[in-house]
């Protein structure tokens, strides 16, 4: 029996992931939460958001979807044009004593982008992430964020707020998997080409429902980054599209049928906007699979127009994913 920490008995839609579930709990709505944005070279200390974290008994194994309902973040400070604001949400976990989790253990994921001021009045992530507990124990996972900005100096302080009604949702997965893109698979898409990157074979649970999630960080290669090389002055950013490809399997890996096509996502990374987390999600039926008792999911990252984009992979500090999968069945 799972007990949650500042829990709600209310019944709420997992409106992040696409799914139309109905699922109970979600945790109490976070109070307004000021941040002072970091100078760009400061390192990244999270701030955790109070009101959202969840506390809760896990076996060693067992698996509970994470996402975030009704984030977002909005300046106090008046900002005025090419005074941009990057914020990075996370959720992390960790042992509800405080102690981290086992060394090489994943501990949640991130969602990263540029405030652009003064067309853009405020940041609205959606975090998913699929805990699995390494060991048996009580945990608590819980929303943060880090604000960091080049405007920001001795005599310039920069001040951001999460509005009040934050939530941290979780719900216990009993046919759920995860997957993060390896440090080795980072790739640079050039203009005009489509990448395939993000692929994991997952088995569904007969006659249910699958929701899939490939979430990827992007950045646009500006003249001279250090991110990444091919930018050009001749571009202001780049336009994307991303979407999940799903192509239903037989047990030997051989297709059954053809690929399934996601929601095309489309995405403006302009120069000031820099980097910019393209969330996607795919729900399957069963009917939709065939008979087939696997699926192959990829992500689809096409670079439409402009200069060069990057996708990140690996890890953040603490061990949180950059660009990364997951899916379960209801």
Not at 274 to 299: E, F, K, P, V, Y
Not at 316 to 324: K, N, P, R
Request: aromatic share 6%; with cysteine.
């Amino acid at each position: 029996m799972r007990e949650y920490g500042a829990a709600v008995a209310v019944v709420v839609t997992i409106a992040a992931s696409g799914s139309g579930a109905m699922v109970s709990p979600a945790v109490a709505a976070s109070s307004v939460f000021d941040f002072q944005v970091d100078p760009p070279n400061a390192p990244d200390v999270y701030k955790d958001v109070p009101g959202t974290e969840v506390v809760f008994d896990a076996a060693a194994g067992e698996k509970s979807y994470l996402w975030s309902r009704r984030l977002s973040a909005v300046p106090v400070t008046e900002l005025k044009a090419g005074e941009n604001i990057g914020v990075t949400f996370a959720v992390r976990c960790q042992y509800a004593n405080g102690q981290s989790l086992p060394q090489g253990t994943e501990s949640g994921a991130y969602w990263a982008a540029n405030l652009v001021p003064p067309g853009e009045s405020a940041l609205n992530p959606g975090l998913r992430w699929l805990f699995q507990a390494p060991t048996s124990g009580t945990y608590r996972c819980r929303l943060s964020v880090v604000g960091y900005s080049s405007v920001v100096n001795p005599g310039r302080q920069v001040t951001m707020r999460v509005p009040a009604g934050a939530e941290l949702g979780i719900l216990p997965m009993a046919v759920a998997t995860r997957w993060t893109l390896p440090d080795a698979s980072a790739t640079t898409v050039a203009r005009g080409t489509t990448a395939t990157t993000l692929g994991y074979t997952y088995v569904p649970a007969a006659g249910g429902r699958t929701t899939i999630v490939q979430d990827a960080n992007l950045t646009t290669c500006v003249a001279g980054s250090r991110i990444c090389g091919g930018g050009t002055d001749a571009y202001s950013g780049t336009t994307a599209e991303t979407w999940i490809e799903a192509q239903p399997q037989q047990p030997d890996g051989t297709p059954c049928g053809g690929p399934v096509k996601g929601p095309v996502a489309k995405w403006k990374i302009s120069d000031a906007k820099h980097h910019q987390s393209a969330t996607n999600t795919l729900n399957l039926t069963s009917d939709q699979l065939g008979g087939c008792t696997r699926i192959r999911a990829t992500l689809k990252v096409r670079n439409v127009d402009g200069n060069p984009v990057r996708i990140h992979a690996g890890h953040a500090s603490e061990g949180i994913a950059a660009t990364h999968g997951l899916a379960y069945t209801l």
